[in-house]
């Protein structure tokens, strides 16, 4: 089925950990966001790319790395993992042109302990 | 820079009243806005999309949202709530790439 899909659903850090949160669509969207969803503050944005090679900041780019070397797919890196960084992530996709909203994926609850 | 206030955090409707979930932006240029639905531990779905071809917007499930440029709002509404409606809805500007989020209204309906 074509859409957004983020793996895994579910993890579990120790702190000082890294992982790498898989992203990967199959609509050759150009845009693709990383968001983290925490109570009371909506869904904010960490990382952004708008086409493979180029990626910016974010409002929260602070312990986070991403590349995007294909379309398709835009993994996030956490490099050395804190509680704070405990949320629930989404990666989302669009189209460049025109105005359309973004697909996102079903998330990955992350906890770190 | 753009941003949205959702002026609720929280809404409670008994089923069959009206729902409405106000949310304001601010934009240097003509926007896209959007309503975003969540239902719990759901990822995000989308409601409706406002971008400039007509004010008042009709979306999924009943509900509509209305662009007004001069209050710079894109409150949404709904004529009967629904006991499935009760969620999370983030009001969501677009200018150029990424999106913005409000801070998002939890929606509580009462049988």
């Known amino acids: 089925n074509a859409g957004v899909t983020q793996t895994p659903k579910f993890q579990v850090l120790k702190t000082g950990q890294s992982m790498t949160l898989q992203c990967a669509q199959d609509?050759?969207?150009?845009?693709m966001s990383w968001y983290r969803q925490d109570p009371g503050m909506g869904l904010r944005l960490i990382h952004y790319s708008v086409g493979a090679g180029i990626t910016d900041q974010g409002e929260v780019p602070n312990g986070y790395n991403v590349s995007r070397s294909t379309t398709e797919d835009f993994p996030l890196r956490l490099l050395s993992a804190a509680p704070s960084q405990t949320s629930v992530y989404f990666c989302?996709?669009?189209?460049?042109?025109?105005?359309?909203?973004?697909?996102f994926g079903s998330g990955t609850r992350l906890t770190v302990v | 820079a753009q941003s949205v206030t959702q002026l609720d955090s929280h809404v409670s409707v008994s089923e069959g009243t009206p729902v409405l979930l106000r949310c304001n932006y601010s934009?240097?240029?003509?926007?896209?806005l959007f309503w975003y639905v969540q239902h719990p531990n759901k990822g995000l779905q989308l409601l409706l999309k406002?971008?400039?071809?007509?004010?008042l917007v009709k979306g999924i499930n009943g509900f509509e949202a209305e662009f007004k440029k001069s209050e710079t709002s894109f409150h949404l509404t709904k004529p009967s709530a629904h006991m499935s409606d009760a969620a999370e809805y983030f009001c969501v500007v677009r200018v150029n790439t990424p999106l913005v989020f409000g801070k998002g209204t939890r929606l509580s309906v009462i049988a």
């Open positions: 609509m050759n969207h150009e845009y």
């Open positions: 406002y971008t400039s071809a007509a004010t």
């Open positions: 989302a996709s669009s189209y460049s042109r025109g105005n359309y909203g973004y697909t």
């Open positions: 934009s240097s240029y003509s926007p896209s």
